[in-house]
Every structure is written in structure tokens, then in C-alpha cells.
């Protein structure tokens, strides 16, 4: 072990990343330093998602290592946050008794304790870290290597309570950053080599609502985010389909540097699957809406998640996802297989009764049907120039970025610098990315 050092372990969505990269930031700028194996590291820090079993599955086993290394170093700290420890004051004392080896329990996107913790420690600390203001967003470490694109959170928390969604129980309710800490930090991330910035939110396209009258909403927040000197491309996620207002499209389609890319969950093509679920809208807004979007912004992409097996999902309501997702072409899908979670309404009410491995067949489906689409909506694109970001240079020096409808490529034989716009050609394309050269 390695005094003044951490190491960080996160997984989940990209929320969970930004406030890893905060919690690391502050860190740092206590004199901590990241170090590759978590054996060598003195503090612990775990940032932690729940929002399916497996991924709580993942956390137990973590937890379980992280429990050895602190058996053979007492003097150790560990701290646990995020999803797995909630918002609920006290959420922490029942995770105290079952694992005693926590140092540290700390909400999600809730720094506040861990800055405490810094301050009575260290006295350097307590010059740099305020617990009431806002942290750090970016971590030197990481800032240090470059870091083009960064998550910044705009909506925390959610309060729409999807029946099977365990987000708004552990991340509480919706609340919108003020517009002028947002700007400020996209000018900190853009100060320090930031080339994107993607705003972050559960229904981020409710940004501003609950700050009352007269506060700047998504779109002008877009608008002002775009115009930060440095900053060269904007995207926003997660969107829901009740809440794209026709201005946010009307922004999207005319403001230079926001990326013609929406992620919008549909979550099931059954009309009656989506009820139950509580989402809100038929299959068929969910399509008039898509149509709408490609028809006012040409080559707009399109992203969106699936659940298969939902409690009483039949085999021809399965089939309305695989129809829908063949109507509406997706540029991405992410799938997932219903998890019950703790206190929703699903996993109260509804019984989890798709088994197993109808779940994973659903879900191969899905997956395989995808991929056939992605590969022949792809293929007209091979010769074709793109223009894309540079994210981040490979081991073997091809470069990777993305598209501004959101596609991964790789290009060969480019000396481009990190951060650069470059116009590239394709060589070859496949599902899932795209191999280029300079054009
Ligand atoms: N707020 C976004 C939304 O409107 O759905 C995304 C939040 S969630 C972190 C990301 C995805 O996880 C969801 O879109 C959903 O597909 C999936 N998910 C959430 N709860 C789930 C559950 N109980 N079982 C399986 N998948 C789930």
C-alpha cells in the first residue's frame, strides 16, 4: 500500500461516471493520487449502480475483495457510494452493520460527506474543499492524459417513477443545477481541455422546470453550453418522449456544435406492456415522434433502450418490440432483461414471471435483429466522409471518435491531435463502428 493514493472501481451510466470523477477530483486535489491495482491503494473508493440485480451482484463481490484488503491494511479507508447507498438520510447506518469495513457512505451525486471527511483529515484539504460548494468536475489525473469529452450532470435525481425503475428511490427526487453553476463548469471543463460535453439528466429534457419561472429550460441551456469558447460539440441524454418539446428539436436542428443525436428509451413496443410499465405514451407516439425528429433534422441519430421479459410480457408482445424496433431503426439499442427491484411497483405488484431463459432469448433476439439492421444501414455509408472528434489515440496510434450522429470510428494512418475535428473516409463498416482514413 501506497501512502496518499486511491483507486477508484465504478460501474453503471455515465451519471454514475460524473460523480466518480467528481468524488476522484476532490481527491486529488486533497493530495491524492490514482493508482492502477486497488491493492496499492490507501483509500478505497466505489462507485456504485443497482438498477438490475447483476449489477448488485457485481457490487457484493466487489465488496467482498475490498473487505480482504481492508482485513490485511486496517489503516485503509473505504467509501462506498452512489446507487447501492440511496439518498434517504440514514441510508448508511443499516449498510454500516452489514459492512462494518466502510469507512465512508456516500449518496449519489452527493459529495458533501466525502469533503467532511477530507477537511477533518487533512488541513490542506479544508482550503480546497468547501462540503457546501460545488466540487471539482474533473480529476487532474485525468485531465492531465486529456480528456475530450466529459459528462456533466444537469437534472439530478428523477421523479417519474417508471413501475420497474429503482432510480428515483435511491437517487431522489428530479432537481435542476442552476444554469450559471452549469456554465461555469463548462467553461472549468473547456479551460482544461474538454472538446464535449455531454449534459446529463434522467428526463434531461426537464432541465429547469422545478426552478420556477423565468429559468433558462434545455434548450437555452444547449444554446449557451454550445457557445462556451472551446467547447465544439454538445449532446444531451436521457431523454423521455413526453418531454422533446418542438423548441428543443427547432435548437437541435439549428444550433452549430449540438449533435444531431437523441437517446430516447421506448422500453417496449406493447401499448399494453408500456401501462404497465407507467411510461406514459402508446408505440405509436413513440413513432410519430421519431418520424418527426428524422423528417426535421436529415441524419439525426436515434438511440433507445428496451426491456424484454417485463412482468406478463407474452410471446406477441414481444413480437410489437421486434416490429416497432424494425419500424423505428434505431442507430443503437440497449437491451436489458427485467430485473425486480426493491420497493417498485413491479417488483410489489407483478409477478417475475418471464423465466430466465425466455428473458435471454428475447434479449438475443433483439441483439440479433439489431445487428442485421445496423449492418445494412450502414453499408451505403462505406466511401463516405464523416467528420468526427478525436477522443482518444489507441495503443497502436489509430485514432477513435465518433460521428455526430453518434458512431464509433476508427482511423488508420491519421496524425491528428487529440480533441481535433477531422474529416475522415470510410473503409469499412460494420455494425457497431466504422474503420476510416484521413479524406
Ligand atoms: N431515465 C432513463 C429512462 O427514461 O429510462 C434511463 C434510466 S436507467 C439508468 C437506464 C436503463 O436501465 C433504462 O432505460 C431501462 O431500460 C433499464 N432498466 C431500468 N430499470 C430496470 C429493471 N428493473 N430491469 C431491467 N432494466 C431496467
Not at 477530483?25 to 440485480?53: I, K, N, W
Not at 413501475?163 to 444554469?179: D, K, L, T, V
Not at 417498485?344 to 428473458?359: F, G, H, N, Q
Not at 496510434?397 to 475535428?421: E, I, Q, S
Request: hydrophobic content about 40%; overall charge neutral; glycine content about 8%.
Amino acid at each position: 500500500m501506497k501512502a496518499n493514493t486511491y483507486h477508484l472501481w465504478t460501474i453503471g451510466c455515465q451519471m454514475n461516471e460524473a460523480d466518480a470523477w467528481r468524488a476522484a477530483a476532490m481527491l486529488e486535489s486533497a493530495g491524492y493520487r490514482p493508482v492502477e491495482h486497488a491493492r496499492d491503494a490507501q483509500f478505497l473508493l466505489l462507485s456504485t449502480c443497482v438498477v438490475r440485480q447483476q449489477a448488485e451482484d457485481k457490487i457484493l463481490s466487489r465488496l467482498k475483495y475490498v473487505e480482504e484488503l481492508k482485513r490485511a491494511e486496517p489503516s485503509r479507508t473505504v467509501a462506498l457510494m452512489g446507487c447501492f447507498v440511496g439518498f434517504r438520510p440514514g441510508a448508511g447506518d443499516e449498510l454500516r452493520e452489514r459492512y462494518p469495513f466502510v469507512d465512508l457512505f456516500v449518496p449519489p451525486s452527493a459529495t458533501g460527506e466525502l469533503a467532511r471527511w477530507l477537511a477533518a483529515r487533512t488541513g490542506s484539504a479544508e482550503e480546497n474543499t468547501d462540503p457546501d460548494g460545488e466540487p471539482p468536475p474533473l480529476p487532474e489525473s485525468l485531465s492531465g492524459g486529456r480528456t475530450v469529452r466529459a459528462n456533466l450532470p444537469v437534472v439530478l435525481g428523477c421523479s417519474h417513477a417508471c413501475a420497474y425503475c429503482i432510480i428515483p428511490h435511491r437517487r431522489g427526487p428530479e432537481r435542476s443545477r442552476p444554469a450559471d453553476a452549469v456554465l461555469a463548469e463548462a467553461r472549468g471543463l473547456a479551460g482544461r481541455g474538454v472538446r464535449e460535453i455531454v449534459l446529463l439528466g434522467q428526463i434531461v429534457d426537464r432541465y429547469g422546470l422545478d426552478l420556477g419561472p423565468g429559468a433558462p429550460r434545455l434548450p437555452e441551456l444547449l444554446r449557451r453550453v454550445a457557445g462556451v469558447p472551446g467547447i465544439r460539440r454538445v449532446r444531451f441524454l436521457t431523454s423521455h418522449p413526453n418531454w422533446i418539446t418542438p423548441e428543443l428539436v427547432e435548437t437541435v436542428a439549428g444550433t452549430p456544435g449540438l449533435m444531431p443525436y437523441f437517446e430516447i428509451p421506448v422500453q417496449a413496443g406493447s401499448d399494453a406492456v408500456l401501462a404497465a410499465m407507467r411510461r406514459g405514451y402508446t408505440a405509436g407516439r413513440y413513432e410519430e415522434l421519431v418520424a418527426g425528429l428524422r423528417e426535421r433534422i436529415p441524419g439525426v441519430g436515434i438511440s433507445t433502450d428496451l426491456i424484454v421479459g417485463f412482468p406478463g410480457e407474452t410471446e406477441a408482445q414481444f413480437t410489437e418490440s421486434l416490429d416497432l424496433m424494425r419500424r423505428i431503426d434505431p442507430d443503437m439499442i440497449r437491451v436489458a432483461k427485467y430485473s425486480p427491484r426493491p420497493n417498485t411497483l413491479s417488483a410489489r405488484t407483478m409477478p417475475d414471471d418471464v423465466l430466465p431463459e425466455e428473458k435471454e432469448r428475447r434479449r438475443v433476439a433483439i441483439e440479433s435483429q439489431l445487428r442485421e439492421m445496423l449492418e445494412a444501414k450502414h453499408a451505403p455509408r462505406l466511401g463516405r466522409t464523416e467528420e468526427i472528434l478525436v477522443e482518444r489515440i489507441e495503443p497502436g496510434g489509430r485514432r477513435y471518435g465518433r460521428t455526430p450522429d453518434g458512431k464509433t470510428v476508427f482511423v488508420d494512418a491519421c496524425n491528428a491531435a487529440l480533441g481535433d475535428v477531422v474529416r475522415v473516409k470510410n473503409t469499412w463498416t460494420g455494425a457497431f463502428s466504422f474503420i476510416a482514413e484521413p479524406a
